[in-house]
């Protein structure tokens, strides 16, 4: 009796099509799902923007401390003083590693930077608009390198 109640259950799972289970020998059909996952060379590629940064020009720094999978920089500016972003994010276009940084604090309402990381330099270039004057600069970065 034991063996033809295991028959009849086993009948009703292979037969019933709603069974979770993969089935060796069923005839069943799955469906791929598809997963969408971070290609590592992304984070990687932010990687490369944390540390001290500073323009030759006038002894600005920006500080990126981390970044995040989706380009969110944790970043500051010191001027001499230290000020926040009131944004800043890092972006990839192809095999290029772009940043984005908006002031928003004392005198700088809404003024910009727009850079590109140059591997062969090591040095983030780009524009800086000055809101409050309405006037762009060509400026570049260059990493401060640790002392050893």
Known sequence: MKISALRILSALVLGCG???????GANTTQE???VKVE??????????LVGQWVRPDGGYRITIRGVDADGRLDAAYANPSPLPFA??????????VKVFLELRAGGYN??????????????????????????QFNVYFERVKSAK
């Open 87 to 96: 944004k800043a994010q890092a972006s990839r276009d192809s095999d290029t």
């Open 32 to 34: 791929a799902t598809e």
């Open 110 to 135: 809404g003024s910009t930077y727009n850079l590109t990381y140059e591997a062969a330099t090591d040095v983030l270039r780009g524009v800086y608009f000055q809101a409050v004057a309405q006037q």
């Open 39 to 48: 290609a590592p060379s992304t984070v990687s590629a932010f990687a490369i």
């Open 18 to 24: 709603i069974c979770a289970w993969p089935v060796i």
